[in-house]
């Protein structure tokens, strides 16, 4: 089985050499393919995983992992994501980890601030927070709070109602899901070991339509600290985006007008349904011949011939002698003894 995967791997070598060198996240089997990474980052094969931060730095450190392929949340139809990852945050020394939604320039602005967000940076980020921040104003040091354009949250949740410890050091995963229609947004955490949640932690409703509208933007997971002894560190990462039609949307931009775009899908259904119902009928109509031939030749075959059926008489050869009637005299004697002589 090994000889087999190192033979696929140097085939993809010589096929794509310049792909799989550059970008390590190909042969990743938990990562999506369009990653890279950037700041302390570091992709390691050993794993594999990234780790976010870079514990032999005696400075702050920060770390982006993000997906190269830009999106758009107006585009033109409305867009809503589903993604799933699996980290671990180290008992102290970093500030957690965050989902960050970004312009396409963010990347070569990361900071070392809180999460590598600079103040003034626009963005939209669900945070797995550690640190107890005054100026944030966080509750705790165990939350998943909802940012935008802010480390103040506009909705929390404790991590210690589901039992779990983000710093514990161990693996967790967790499921962020938006949906453009209904505009909410929902957070499930788990450990590892578990499957995903039915309840979501924590819920919140957002347009991000509204908020990014045609921009731009992209989607990463970033992680900050200091003195740590250990990283942060992503274990699997899969994000995917879909598209909402505009008449499946809960506000329409224009309700009175559909666009050429669905009127041509429309007219594409209509010609697809005629075709459908012309060959029923086509079918059905010769099968209605078919069967009224079938019948009318049956009828021709039994009228055409007449089978004549002559009475059967038996013939009787020799004398024939007439029925007569004879009459009988019957005597009987009273006397035993006439009667046993005679």
């Avoid at 976010?52 to 702050?60: A, E, G, M, Q, V």
């Amino acid at each position: 089985m090994q000889c087999l995967i190192l033979l696929a791997l140097a085939l993809l070598l010589q096929l794509f050499p310049q792909s799989v060198t550059s970008n390590p996240f190909f042969i990743a089997p938990h990562f999506d393919p369009d990653l890279d990474v950037i700041g302390d980052a570091k992709f390691t094969s050993a794993g594999p995983f990234v780790t976010l931060t870079d514990p032999t730095k005696s400075s702050r450190t920060s770390g982006l992992l993000f997906r190269r392929s830009p999106f758009r949340f107006l585009a033109p139809n409305p867009t809503s994501f589903s993604t799933d990852f699996t980290f671990s945050i180290p008992p102290q020394g970093t500030d957690g980890i965050a989902l960050v939604i970004v312009p396409i320039d963010f990347p070569s602005r990361l900071s070392n601030a809180s999460f590598g967000l600079s103040q003034g940076t626009r963005f939209f980020g669900v945070e797995f927070d550690t640190m107890v921040n005054p100026d944030a104003r966080d509750e705790n040091n165990n939350h998943v709070g909802v940012d935008v354009c802010s480390l103040v949250s506009l909705k929390s949740c404790n991590l210690s109602s589901i039992n779990l410890v983000l710093n514990s050091g161990l693996k967790l995963r967790s499921w962020v899901d938006y949906d453009s229609t209904s505009k909410r947004l929902e957070v499930r955490v788990s450990g590892a070991w578990g499957g995903r949640p039915n309840d979501p932690l924590l819920a919140y409703e957002v347009d991000l339509g509204k908020m990014w509208k045609g921009e731009d933007v992209l989607m990463g997971l970033s992680s900050s600290g200091e003195n740590s002894a250990e990283a942060t560190s992503v274990y699997s990462w899969r994000v995917r985006t879909r598209n909402v039609p505009k008449w499946l949307h809960s506000q329409p931009v224009d309700p009175l007008k559909l666009s050429d775009e669905l009127k041509a899908e429309n007219n594409d259904g209509h010609q697809t349904v005629t075709l459908c119902f012309g060959l029923i009928f086509a079918l059905g109509f010769g099968a209605l011949l078919t069967v009224f031939g079938l019948l009318f030749r049956a009828v021709m075959l039994s009228g055409g011939k007449e089978t004549d059926v002559q009475p059967k008489c038996i013939v009787y050869h020799g004398e024939f002698t007439p029925f007569r009637y004879e009459k009988v005299n019957v005597v009987v004697d009273d006397n035993p003894v006439n009667a046993a002589k005679n």
